[in-house]
């Protein structure tokens, strides 16, 4: 903790670190942060980033990578930070909305089963888009989950200027922009929400529970991050974040645990914690099978007690006007 002290973050930062180390230790056993073997090294890594790194000067921008797809290059093209815009020569098109993909601790852009390729496949499946996926894997893959969460602020702070230049200091289709992220990815987008004015909408796939839990709303994801915020909560309580901290919340079968996942996910919670990608990726083409309603809890909602008058689609086409709160729904299709 002393090499902590040495370096000049806020008192606010520290603290609700030190409340989330605390709390590492009470994660229930098997979570999938704990599968990966980091968890009693994560205050040792966090040290060690401090130690060996130059904290305020490292190069986020040389790690952290954009891959643009469109339906004319669903290959995905790598943007090109020496052009002004970083777009002049691929095939985005300013006619199309934008959407911004950010994966979780451990995620990747390019594996095969993530968000980013779920959800480009289904946006093409429906129209022209700009689809964005942030690869910052080399943030991500190697290193303790703290350490990758030490740096997501630094990670959003690049998205933001990125995202500037792409839309031109936020005037050409900056309207159209949608930021979706997954597990710390959701925390992410909520920092980029924080770097950005008025960001027209966020959308939180299982936001990242450990450690993010006692952090005020500025440390983590909430619905003062954009204009409007819809969360799916599908792991809730165990990877998942386990309050509602959006405009709508969407609480699947419940938002804890998902149907047609293996018994390992009792222990690790994995498969439910990615279910929310999954359910996001099929919205986006089959809206009409998740129709969900307002009501105060999962038991009041399977005991047919809801007030049937506000409903709305989970996903892609939620009704950004309809009434804010909490919704449940059963799902029965994942892909
Ligand atoms: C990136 O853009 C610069 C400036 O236009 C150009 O010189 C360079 O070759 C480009 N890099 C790649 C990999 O295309
Ligand atoms: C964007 O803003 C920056 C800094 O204010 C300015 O230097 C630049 O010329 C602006 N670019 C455009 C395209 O408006
Ligand atoms: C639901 O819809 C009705 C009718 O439109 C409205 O009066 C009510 O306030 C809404 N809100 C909730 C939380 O049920």
């Known amino acids: 903790m002393s090499v902590i002290l040495n370096y000049p973050i806020t008192i606010k930062i520290l603290f609700c670190m030190l409340n989330v180390f605390v709390y590492t230790h009470d994660i229930s056993s098997g979570s999938a942060y704990e599968s990966n073997g980091l968890d009693d090294g994560q205050e040792n890594d966090y040290d060690n980033d401090f130690l060996y790194e130059d904290y305020e000067?490292?190069?986020t921008s040389?790690?952290?990578?954009y891959w643009l797809y469109?339906?004319?290059d669903t290959d995905g093209q790598l943007l090109n930070r020496s052009e002004p815009h970083m777009i002049e020569s691929t095939t985005?098109?300013?006619d199309n909305p934008i959407k911004v993909i950010i994966h979780g601790w451990l995620g990747t852009t390019q594996e095969k089963d993530g968000?980013?390729?779920?959800n480009v496949k289904s946006y093409f499946k429906m129209g022209d888009y700009n689809v964005i996926c942030v690869d910052w894997k080399q943030y991500s893959t190697d290193i303790s989950y703290s350490v990758a969460k030490a740096r997501a602020k630094h990670i959003a702070?690049?998205?933001?200027?990125?995202l500037t230049r792409i839309t031109y200091n936020l005037t050409i289709n900056f309207y159209s922009l949608h930021i979706i992220g997954h597990s710390m990815g959701a925390h992410i987008a909520g920092f980029?929400?924080?770097?950005?004015?008025?960001?027209?909408?966020?959308?939180?796939l299982d936001p990242a529970k450990p450690k993010y839990d006692k952090c005020d709303p500025e440390d983590r994801l909430d619905k003062t991050d954009a204009i409007f915020v819809d969360i799916i909560h599908t792991n809730a309580g165990q990877n998942g974040f386990d309050r509602s901290i959006g405009h709508m919340d969407f609480y699947p079968n419940g938002g804890k645990k998902q149907p047609n996942c293996e018994k390992g996910d009792k222990k690790s919670g994995s498969c439910s914690h990615v279910s929310s990608y999954h359910y996001y990726a099929h919205s986006i083409w089959a809206k009409g099978d998740y129709i969900a309603y307002i009501c105060s809890s999962w038991e009041d909602y399977e005991a047919n007690m809801c007030d049937k008058a506000n409903s709305t689609y989970m996903g892609e086409w939620v009704d950004m006007?309809?009434?804010?709160g909490d919704y449940f729904l059963k799902t029965e299709v994942r892909d």
């Open 70 to 72: 469109t339906r004319d």
């Open 157 to 162: 702070k690049d998205i933001a200027n990125v």
């Open 57 to 59: 000067t490292y190069q």
């Open 192 to 204: 980029v929400g924080q770097d950005l004015p008025d960001v027209p909408r966020i959308t939180g």
């Open 92 to 94: 985005y098109n300013e």
């Open 62 to 65: 040389k790690h952290v990578f």
């Open 115 to 118: 968000v980013c390729s779920y």
């Open 321 to 324: 006007k309809g009434e804010y």
